[in-house]
């Protein structure tokens, strides 16, 4: 039986990356802004993978508005925006049950990773995340992604 270790064991990184979430930490701001194509081209729930600059990313549709990440999962390298998303629930007692991040989380299609789509932080070890950008809608329908 291997041993635990401490700093990745989900009792630990759980309530670090709810402490991320809770805070809706925006993206780190960058500059530069690029036509990512229309905000009707994806319906509410829906999602859509552009390629940006020699990047994959892919930008999703939230209850909340766009968000997009990198379409590269920190593990081994899979496309994860093709990932299902799902909700989540906190940590909680026998007997309870908190559903939480409904609609927000990413989860890889090789390994089951997850991470929150608004922040990028991962779900199961506090130090992993993929690289989350800032979307934005125009007046006039068209969707930007800062990068
Ligand atoms: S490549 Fe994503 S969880 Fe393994």
């Known amino acids: 039986m291997s041993a635990c270790n401490p700093d990745s064991h989900p009792c630990k990184a759980i309530p670090a990356a709810f402490a991320v979430a809770d805070a809706a930490a925006a993206p780190k701001k960058r500059n530069r802004e ?4 229309r905000a009707d081209e994806i319906p509410l729930g829906g999602r859509k993978i552009v390629e940006i600059d020699h990047l994959s990313i892919g930008i999703f549709h939230l ?12 593990h081994q390298g899979a496309e994860l925006c093709k990932g299902s998303i799902h909700g989540t629930h906190r ?16 989860r890889c299609p090789w390994h089951g990773w997850e991470f929150d789509i608004v922040t990028g932080k991962g779900l199961y070890n ?10 934005r809608v125009h007046d006039d329908g068209r969707l930007t992604v800062l990068i």
């Open 91 to 106: 940590p909680s007692d026998v007997g309870e049950f908190e559903p939480a991040l409904d609609g927000r989380v990413l």
């Open 63 to 74: 209850r909340d508005g766009f968000h997009a990440v990198r379409n590269q999962c920190p």
């Open 126 to 135: 506090e130090k992993d995340r993929v690289l989350a950008y800032e979307v």
């Open 34 to 37: 690029i036509e990512a194509g």
